[in-house]
Nanobody
Framework: QVQLVESGGGLVQPGGSLRLSCAAS?????MGWYRQAPGKERELVAT???????VYGDSVNGRYTISRDNAKNTVNLQMTSLKPEDTAVYFC???????????WGRGTQVTVSS
């Protein structure tokens, strides 16, 4: 079992920046972020493997940067040029390499509004 704990959400103005962090209770191969806006399905934001391979969702590519610290079992998401449509609950995500088992954090709210 892996526990994922997010931090760093909040309210930011359009065009602003915000940084999310997630700490895992132990090492896990893939870590990343998904988000879910009201009335919409959960969508991929970005993931990164322990080897450093990254995947970004189309809606955030070029504006968000994901990074991880394998020694600390943490993953960060630097969000820039934020738009109102980025408003959502952001969930930390983890996935085992071989079993494919997935884990989710409780989520942190990000609101982009003036």
């Amino acid at each position: 079992q892996v526990q994922l704990v997010e931090s760093g959400g909040g309210l930011v103005q359009p065009g602003g920046s915000l940084r999310l962090s997630c700490a895992a209770s132990r090492s896990i191969y893939t870590m990343g972020w998904y988000r879910q806006a009201p009335g919409k399905e959960r969508e991929l934001v970005a993931t990164v493997t322990s080897a450093g391979s990254t995947v970004y969702g189309d809606s955030v590519n070029g504006r968000y940067t994901i990074s991880r610290d394998n020694a600390k079992n943490t993953v960060n998401l630097q969000m820039t040029s934020l738009k109102p449509e980025d408003t959502a609950v952001y969930f930390c995500y983890g996935r085992e390499q071989y079993s494919g088992r997935q884990y989710w954090g409780r989520g942190t709210q990000v609101t982009v509004s003036s």
